[in-house]
């Protein structure tokens, strides 16, 4: 099942299965579905843009190797507003920092699961996101991160 919804930074198509948010697509593919993970996603997306929401309920099954999961998880513990490496998430990981970046552009769930409060040792790195860069960099702003970009 999919719905799309508009965000501030462009239009998503979310995608679920069996009650859980599966993937997030950057791309606006019509209104969809009424099915109530979804109908929490959108509400919840908004909410977070609204400034009222630091994180996402779930539940989340995206699919993805063990380390994925492990990676996806590490994500989701990195607090609303603030950031990590990625050489410091490949240590806990116990991977390469380039592991982690393309971990990072693979992740299903951008925004559910935050990849971007992953920063390079020198500076932003990538985001897999439509508008790339500028979409972190607007994501790491509304979360109050903005200063850390200095």
């Given at each position: 099942m999919k719905r799309s919804v508009s965000i501030p930074i462009g239009a998503l198509t979310l995608y679920a299965e069996e009650g859980a948010l599966v993937a997030v697509d950057?791309?606006?593919?019509?209104?969809?579905?009424?099915?109530?993970?979804?109908?929490r996603a959108e509400t919840e997306l908004a909410e977070y843009f609204a400034g009222a929401r630091q994180g996402f309920t779930g539940p989340f099954a995206?699919?993805?190797?063990?380390?994925?999961?492990?990676?996806?998880?590490?994500?989701?513990?990195?607090?609303?507003?603030e950031t990590l490496e990625y050489g410091d998430l490949a240590?806990?990981?116990g991977v390469?920092?380039?592991?982690?970046?393309?971990?990072c552009g693979a992740n299903p769930l951008p925004i559910f699961i935050p990849c971007h409060r992953v920063l390079a040792a020198n500076g932003l790195g990538g985001y897999s996101g439509r508008g790339g860069v500028e979409a972190k960099v607007a994501l790491l702003k509304l979360e109050g991160a903005a200063s850390l970009l200095i």
């Open positions: 950057w791309q606006d593919e019509g209104a969809g579905s009424n099915d109530p993970a979804l109908l995206p699919r993805g190797t063990e380390f994925q999961r492990a990676f996806y998880q590490a994500l989701l513990e990195i607090p609303f507003g240590k806990k990981l390469s920092a380039q592991a982690i970046g393309q971990a």
